[in-house]
């Protein structure tokens, strides 16, 4: 059954690392010893398990593997102190992170029907941060950032032939993010406190916002979509803000298709789209 696809001195500074108490800790990796490098170093972070249930793999030749126990956090990107990166292993060769609040317990999942594959990091229901992967399929693929940007919604018409259900709140706050590629796409999201969006998780099921970003590749009857949501107490949202900027620099697809210079300015857009709703710490 198909199931839905539900984000100096010396050459090295060396942080501690604090085994066991799932704090996030880090190392800087690499890099210059000059004092006065413009370029921040790169971060080497611990790993939490964010597992997938192993009766996802029903009907596969796969069972569930650990994520690494580490990895390294782009210079655009800075782990807030109250944050933690969870990783998973879906398949083989395939290991995908979300940066999420600390004390979230994180959830994968993987439909071996169609490939979809999700990661959702939540305190309580209704209220952390869902990664889609992969919405699994062509359809739900093409649907998933339909409300959201326009040539999504054209590519969903074609493939849908005309019967695309690609609405959305009108309370919602729509930012189109520049690529400067062809063929590749974002939006950033904002959704009020207490207004449902079928279209993103986590959205009115209590009493704070929902920020989101979707990418896309979009050709004229098809798409490949990802998405992020984060729904925190304001107090928070300064991971809500980091958790995007990580999907962007890290785990969107769009990002191999595009320059540095294209991907930093992308940053920048998503940066100040935050900033002007209050999304940042």
Same mark, same amino acid.
């Given at each position: 059954?198909?199931?839905?696809?539900?984000?100096?001195?010396?050459?090295?500074?060396?942080?501690?690392?604090?085994?066991?108490?799932?704090?996030?800790?880090?190392?800087?990796?690499?890099?210059?010893?000059?004092?006065?490098?413009?370029?921040?170093?790169?971060?080497?972070?611990?790993?939490?398990?964010?597992?997938?249930?192993?009766?996802?793999?029903?009907?596969?030749?796969?069972?569930?593997?650990?994520?690494?126990?580490?990895?390294?956090?782009?210079?655009?990107?800075?782990?807030?102190?109250?944050?933690?990166?969870?990783?998973?292993?879906?398949?083989?060769?395939?290991?995908?992170?979300?940066?999420?609040?600390?004390?979230?317990?994180?959830?994968?999942?993987?439909?071996?029907?169609?490939?979809?594959?999700?990661?959702?990091?939540?305190?309580?229901?209704?209220?952390?941060?869902?990664?889609?992967?992969?919405?699994? &399929?062509? @359809?739900?693929? +093409? =649907?998933?950032?339909?409300?959201?940007?326009? !040539?999504?919604?054209? *590519? #969903?018409? $074609?493939?849908?032939?005309?019967?695309?259900?690609?609405?959305?709140?009108?309370?919602?706050?729509?930012?189109?993010?520049?690529?400067?590629?062809?063929?590749?796409?974002?939006?950033?999201?904002?959704?009020?406190?207490?207004?449902?969006?079928?279209?993103?998780? &986590?959205? @009115?099921?209590? +009493? =704070?916002?929902?920020?989101?970003?979707?990418? !896309?590749?979009?050709? *004229? #009857?098809? $798409?490949?979509?990802?998405?992020?949501?984060?729904?925190?107490?304001?107090?928070?949202?300064?991971?809500?803000?980091?958790?995007?900027?990580?999907?962007?620099?890290?785990?969107?697809?769009?990002?191999?298709?595009?320059?540095?210079?294209?991907?930093?300015?992308?940053?920048?857009?998503?940066?100040?789209?935050?900033?002007?709703?209050?999304?940042?710490?």
């Amino acid at each position: 059954m198909r199931r839905r696809s539900r984000f100096a001195i010396g050459a090295v500074l060396v942080a501690v690392l604090i085994a066991g108490c799932g704090q996030a800790t880090y190392t800087a990796a690499g890099s210059s010893a000059s004092a006065t490098s413009s370029t921040p170093a790169p971060a080497v972070v611990n790993v939490a398990s964010c597992p997938v249930p192993a009766a996802d793999y029903a009907g596969t030749p796969y069972s569930p593997q650990a994520a690494p126990a580490t990895t390294t956090l782009p210079a655009s990107v800075t782990l807030p102190g109250n944050a933690q990166i969870f990783g998973t292993t879906f398949l083989a060769g395939s290991t995908s992170y979300l940066l999420a609040q600390k004390s979230g317990a994180c959830q994968a999942g993987l439909s071996s029907a169609d490939g979809g594959e999700n990661m959702t990091a939540a305190t309580v229901p209704g209220e952390g941060v869902t990664v889609t992967i992969s919405p699994g &399929g062509a @359809g739900p693929s +093409t =649907d998933l950032a339909c409300p959201y940007i326009p !040539a999504v919604h054209a *590519a #969903d018409e $074609a493939f849908r032939r005309g019967t695309a259900s690609c609405t959305h709140p009108s309370a919602d706050v729509i930012r189109q993010i520049p690529t400067h590629t062809a063929g590749l796409y974002a939006a950033a999201v904002l959704v009020p406190a207490q207004v449902k969006d079928p279209g993103i998780q &986590g959205s @009115g099921n209590g +009493t =704070d916002p929902t920020v989101a970003l979707f990418t !896309a590749s979009a050709s *004229a #009857d098809a $798409a490949a979509g990802q998405a992020i949501a984060c729904t925190l107490v304001p107090a928070q949202g300064n991971i809500c803000a980091a958790s995007l900027r990580f999907f962007l620099a890290t785990q969107a697809q769009i990002r191999t298709r595009m320059s540095a210079a294209n991907l930093s300015a992308m940053q920048d857009a998503l940066s100040s789209f935050l900033a002007e709703q209050h999304v940042s710490g």
